[in-house]
C-alpha cells in the first residue's frame, strides 16, 4: 500500500519541478533563438533558384520568419531571412522563381542545412545580418525585436 502513494507523491513532485522550471524558462529576459546558432566561421556563399516561400512562426510569437527553399547545386538548402513585418516596412520581398546568391552562416538543425542570411542578391540587395551575425531588424541586446 506504501509503495502505490509514494509513486502517486513522486509524480506530482516530478509534474510540479518540470511546469516550474519550464514558466520560470518563459518567464527569463534571455530567449533561446535560431541567431545564437550564427557561427562567422560557418560563413559561406550558395546560389541558386528558390523553389518556395514559408512562414514560420517568430520566436516573439507574435510575427512570422520568412524562410526561402533554395535548390542549389549542392542540394536544398532553407535561408532563414527576415521576420515578415521588417521585410515588408523595408520593401523586401522574395518569390518562387527568383535566381539569388545567399551568404550566410550554415548550421544544421535536425540534420537539415539552414543558412542565417547575411545578405541575399538577385534582382536587387537585401543586406539582413551584420558580419557577427546580429539581424538589422535587432533592437539593443535583444534580436527578437523589430
Not at 520593401?91 to 550554415?106: M, P, Q, W
Request: charged letters at 15%.
Amino acid at each position: 500500500m506504501k509503495k502505490p502513494v509514494f509513486l502517486c507523491f513522486a509524480a506530482i513532485g516530478l509534474l510540479s519541478l518540470i511546469f516550474s522550471v519550464s514558466s520560470s524558462w518563459a518567464q527569463s529576459s534571455r530567449r533561446l533563438h535560431y541567431s545564437t546558432l550564427f557561427n562567422p566561421g560557418t560563413v559561406g556563399t550558395v546560389s541558386g533558384e528558390v523553389v518556395r516561400v514559408e512562414q514560420t512562426p517568430a520566436g516573439n510569437g507574435k510575427d512570422y520568419c520568412i524562410h526561402a527553399l533554395l535548390k542549389t547545386s549542392q542540394g536544398a538548402v532553407t535561408a532563414i531571412l527576415a521576420p515578415q513585418s521588417y521585410m515588408a516596412k523595408h520593401g523586401l520581398a522574395i518569390n518562387s522563381k527568383d535566381r539569388v546568391t545567399v551568404i550566410g552562416s550554415l548550421i544544421s538543425v535536425l540534420n537539415k542545412p539552414f543558412l542565417l542570411t547575411m545578405e541575399v542578391s538577385g534582382d536587387h540587395t537585401m543586406k539582413l545580418r551584420e558580419a557577427g551575425g546580429r539581424p538589422a531588424w535587432a533592437v539593443g541586446d535583444d534580436w527578437h525585436i523589430h
